[in-house]
C-alpha cells in the first residue's frame, strides 16, 4: 500500500489550495480514505474522510472550508481548502485502513501566513 500527498504551499490567509493523495496497492474505490493534519506542537488531528460510496465527514474546525473528493478511475483523492486560516497551518497526510492497518501517506506541507 502506497499513499502519496501533494499540494501543499504557502498561501495568504483567505486563500485557497488543493491537497491530492495519490495510492497504490489495494482495491482503491472500495477503501474509506482520510485526511489528517498535524501542526508544530500539536497531536494529529482528523481533518476529514470520504468512504467508498463518497459520503464525506468533517472535523467541526473546517467544516463549510474544506471538501474532500475522490476520483477511483485515477485512484486519486482530493482536499480543497478555502478560506484558509492561520491556525490551517500543518502538515496534512492521507491514510487508509486495509487489513486491519493503518497506513499513511508522507505528508504535505501546508502554510498559512501573510
Known amino acids: 500500500v502506497q499513499l502519496q500527498a501533494s499540494g501543499g504551499g504557502l498561501v495568504q490567509p483567505g486563500g485557497s489550495l488543493r491537497l491530492s493523495c495519490a495510492a497504490a496497492g489495494f482495491n482503491f474505490r472500495l477503501n474509506t480514505l482520510g485526511w489528517y493534519r498535524q501542526a508544530p506542537g500539536n497531536q494529529r488531528e482528523f481533518v476529514g474522510d470520504?468512504?467508498?460510496?463518497?459520503?464525506?465527514n468533517y472535523s467541526d474546525s473546517v467544516k463549510g472550508r474544506f471538501t474532500i473528493s475522490r476520483d477511483n478511475v485515477r485512484r486519486v483523492m482530493y482536499l480543497a481548502m478555502n478560506d484558509l486560516k492561520p491556525e490551517d497551518t500543518a502538515i496534512y497526510y492521507c491514510?487508509?485502513?486495509?487489513?486491519?492497518?493503518?497506513?499513511w501517506g508522507q505528508g504535505t506541507l501546508v502554510t498559512v501566513s501573510s
Open positions: 491514510k487508509t485502513v486495509y487489513r486491519s492497518r493503518d497506513f
Open positions: 470520504i468512504t467508498s460510496g463518497h459520503s464525506t
